[in-house]
């Protein structure tokens, strides 16, 4: 049976439609300056840039702005120090320096504000900073475990997948694996290959 011929990756233009988008690998900055072309807006980061790239190209209306771009009215009001376990999470709170100094004293060393924490302040306006730390206690057996690396880090999955399968490859061998990985357009992916979208170190 004849393999068939590799398809050639198009010109990222007006021209494609939202579907041949999201076929392809594209880097951020190619989705960024395709956007403000279309003067559309290119913030959000690159999963949100190419959404909103692939509602404009079908034709079909923007995707809404996250909740915290909507609220952009002015800034939010942010916790100062002293706080205590019965201080409320006020909304907008950030994982400010204020938060973190409770938190160490109260869980130890060890705390720090991974993804369970960073959701915990962001969506829970209206509970205390006692709540917060009875969750960081309740999710540390889930941390523990090995996380799905979100899709915008796609190159450190790849790479980590990657050498999994080949524990005595060298990083140039995995570099030039990715290279070719994500050339090819994702419907054509081999079964179980992670899907190309840069990490944060990779732009290009």
């Not at 475990?145 to 190159?155: N, S, T, V, W």
């Not at 061998?173 to 190309?196: C, F, I, K, V, Y």
Request: hydrophobic content about 40%; glycine content about 10%; charged content about 25%.
């Amino acid at each position: 049976m004849p393999v068939p011929a590799p398809e050639t990756r198009p010109a990222l233009t007006a021209d494609l439609t939202g579907a041949e988008l999201l076929r392809w690998y594209w880097t951020l900055a190619e989705l960024a300056g395709l956007a403000r072309a279309l003067g559309l807006s290119a913030g959000g980061g690159k999963a949100a840039v190419t959404e909103r790239l692939a509602a404009a190209l079908d034709g079909r209306p923007l995707p809404p702005p996250p909740a915290a771009r909507r609220r952009a009215g002015g800034a939010s009001r942010q916790l100062a120090a002293p706080v205590d376990g019965d201080t409320v999470i006020p909304e907008g709170q950030r994982c400010s320096q204020v938060l973190r100094a409770w938190f160490t004293a109260e869980l130890g060393p060890s705390f720090h504000f991974d993804a369970a924490m960073r959701a915990y302040v962001a969506e829970n306006a209206g509970r205390t900073l006692a709540d917060a730390a009875r969750h960081w206690r309740d999710t540390r057996a889930e941390a523990a475990r090995p996380q799905e690396i979100g899709a915008q880090f796609e190159l450190n999955r790849f790479l980590r997948d990657w050498h999994t399968t080949h524990p005595a490859g060298t990083r140039a061998e995995a570099l030039t694996a990715w290279r070719a990985h994500r050339s090819r357009p994702r419907d054509r992916e081999r079964p179980g290959a992670p899907h190309g979208v840069e990490g944060p170190g990779e732009t290009g």
